[in-house]
């Protein structure tokens, strides 16, 4: 059966060449400064990305020492009520992040998934209690949130997650549901592109006791109608991201921005960019955000596997730290862990 969207043009993602990834290495700056990776995956997709390749990227020189796993729809269960085979996916992930603990420690190995993020259909409104409740148990004590993407535009499709319902953040259900996170003590981590921005706003309004996370700066397109329109998309992005700083109860996710549907074409180059070419792409992006929001409502991602396409686990974080070179001590510490670990309760 043909779903809405299916005729529409697929944004790819860019995945690099193993060669490309290979010179994609720097000495890490500021090396001892600690970080809390507050966004990751494990997954099939993006070239594939397992324990093994995490922690090799964790050990590339900065003092990662925890990580917050995101939910992407990996390792579901096959069979069972269709509302609880979400639960698969945090069942999979403690089962790595316990057997990374039960091996012999590596010096300056993080924290595996100390908090997870997990997904919960909120369209099931008050029935949803059931699958927090289950995912909660899943868990073994590292839930901390909830994300339902809500990421949707008429022109294109794009990710590996189910094309969201038009819309779903001001749905009736889906706030029924969203109601039950306050109860069950987690956060919401939102997943949108810029246009939809107001929906988020929206619903960080309704609900100003739920931490709400907002993912990857809020999706500012660069493909569909932004291709090669940056200036536009800016336009329509920061009002509504003032509009966000306005709402206490939301904090920003500084990353993301090798998810192809920015519209940065790094991994299709000959050559890898270096830390110093990726901050200043990024630049219009996250400093705007540092300054309204302050740096105790931002907190630095990795968003890897999925930000191999922008450059190696290192450079990226190379490039979060000459983004936040004119920041204080103290703004440093919040913004790469300080702000994860009290919004995560790590």
Not at 122 to 140: F, I, K, P, Y
């Amino acid at each position: 059966m043909a779903s809405e969207g299916d005729n529409l043009p697929v944004v790819p993602h860019v995945q690099p060449t193993p060669a490309w990834l290979a010179a994609s290495h720097e000495a890490a700056l500021d090396p001892a400064l600690p970080i809390v990776d507050a966004h990751h995956h494990f997954s099939e997709h993006w070239g594939g990305y397992g324990l093994h390749d995490l922690l090799r990227d964790t050990a590339s020189g900065h003092a990662v020492q925890a990580t917050v796993y995101v939910q992407c729809g990996w390792r579901q269960r096959s069979d069972g009520p269709l509302r609880l085979r979400c639960v698969g996916e945090t069942e999979a992930v403690v089962a790595l992040a316990e057997a990374a603990e039960a091996t012999e420690p590596t010096p300056g190995a993080p924290r595996v998934a100390a908090g997870i993020v997990a997904h919960a259909d909120l369209r099931l409104g008050d029935a949803v209690d059931e699958v927090l409740a289950a995912q909660a148990q899943a868990s073994r004590g590292r839930l901390r949130g909830i994300r339902n993407s809500g990421a949707w535009h008429a022109a294109f499709r794009h990710g590996v997650l189910a094309r969201p319902m038009q819309g779903l953040y001001a749905d009736a259900a889906f706030r029924r549901g969203y109601a039950r996170l306050r109860h069950h003590g987690l956060s919401f981590d939102a997943w949108v592109y810029h246009p939809q921005l107001a929906q988020v706003v929206d619903l960080a309004q309704a609900f100003p006791d739920t931490v709400l996370v907002l993912d990857h700066v809020g999706g500012v397109l660069g493909v569909g109608p932004y291709r090669d329109r940056q200036g536009a998309a800016l336009a329509e992005w920061w009002p509504q991201m003032q509009r966000l700083a306005r709402c206490p109860n939301v904090v920003v996710k500084l990353g993301g921005l090798g998810t192809s549907v920015f519209g940065f074409d790094f991994a299709a180059r000959p050559q890898p960019p270096s830390s110093q070419q990726l901050a200043d792409a990024w630049r219009p992006l996250i400093e705007p955000v540092i300054d309204r929001f302050g740096a105790e409502r931002c907190l630095f991602e990795s968003n890897f596997p999925v930000d191999r396409g922008a450059a190696g686990y290192g450079v990226v974080w190379n490039a979060f730290k000459r983004l936040a070179a004119g920041a204080s001590a103290h703004e440093r510490a919040q913004l790469f862990h300080g702000t994860a670990t009290r919004v995560y309760r790590l």
